[in-house]
């Protein structure tokens, strides 16, 4: 988008402004909902694009929506909905981007490394030392050019990794063991934490997802 990329797990949702260049891929089949604003009802919205994240009361109106087929409000109920949905989205938590890149000569080999395989549990200190530098110049260099650090990149991308094998009917344990962690419960701890609800229950209900 305009030279950025963003990427928009469950729960998340992106924002591109209008007159934003954008183009947009799926490597794996999804469901996703698109939302168009009157230009008139964007005052308040980000002049630049980013990731935000989704209220509940976000996801059960486009649920209620979704369900109902409304694609535009006609009704004085659903338009009175419709501004609701655009509230919210307002109010809503803003992020530069959900699993940030950047093209940068030292963080390039790990990124690729680890996009490559998820469960590779080197630590930065190992990662440092095989790029001949040091542990403090590349936690520098994560936050500086991700703006997250080294450990919470990796999770993000191990979220991004599980979703997929989610979509594919893998278990929790299967997706735990292949992540390279040591038990289940540590992978689910991780999966609460970045989205909210458990990969069994979200696995439940893949019908309903919204990305």
């Known amino acids: ?28 089949n999804v469901k996703f909902v698109s ?44 338009r009175r909905l419709a501004l609701v949905l655009v ?6 938590a803003r992020r530069e981007s959900f699993l940030p890149v950047a093209d940068d000569d030292l963080l390039q080999p790990v990124i690729d490394a680890l996009q490559a395989d998820p469960s590779d549990r080197r630590s930065l200190a190992e990662w440092a030392r095989s790029l001949q530098t040091t542990e403090k ?13 080294f450990n919470e990149w990796r999770q ?32 689910i701890a991780m999966f609460r934490r970045q989205t909210g609800t458990s990969p069994t229950n979200l696995q439940s209900t893949a019908d309903r997802r919204f990305l």
């Open 87 to 92: 509230d919210q989205l307002m109010q809503a």
């Open 35 to 78: 939302i168009y604003i009157d230009r008139a009802l964007c005052a308040g919205m980000p002049e630049t694009a980013c990731t935000l994240a989704l209220s509940p009361l976000i996801k059960v109106i486009l649920a209620d929506f979704a369900g109902r087929r409304i694609t535009v409000p006609e009704t004085e109920m659903d």
């Open 156 to 187: 993000r991308l191990k979220l991004v990794a599980s979703l997929s094998l989610l979509e594919d009917g893998k278990s929790v344990q299967s997706i735990a063991r292949k992540l390279g962690y040591g038990s289940s419960s540590a992978f």
């Open 1 to 28: 988008m305009e030279g950025r990329r963003f990427l928009c797990p469950p729960h998340y949702a992106t924002w591109i402004p209008a007159n934003a260049l954008h183009a947009c891929h799926n490597r794996e």
């Open 137 to 149: 110049t590349l936690s520098r260099r994560f936050q500086g050019q991700l703006g997250i650090s």
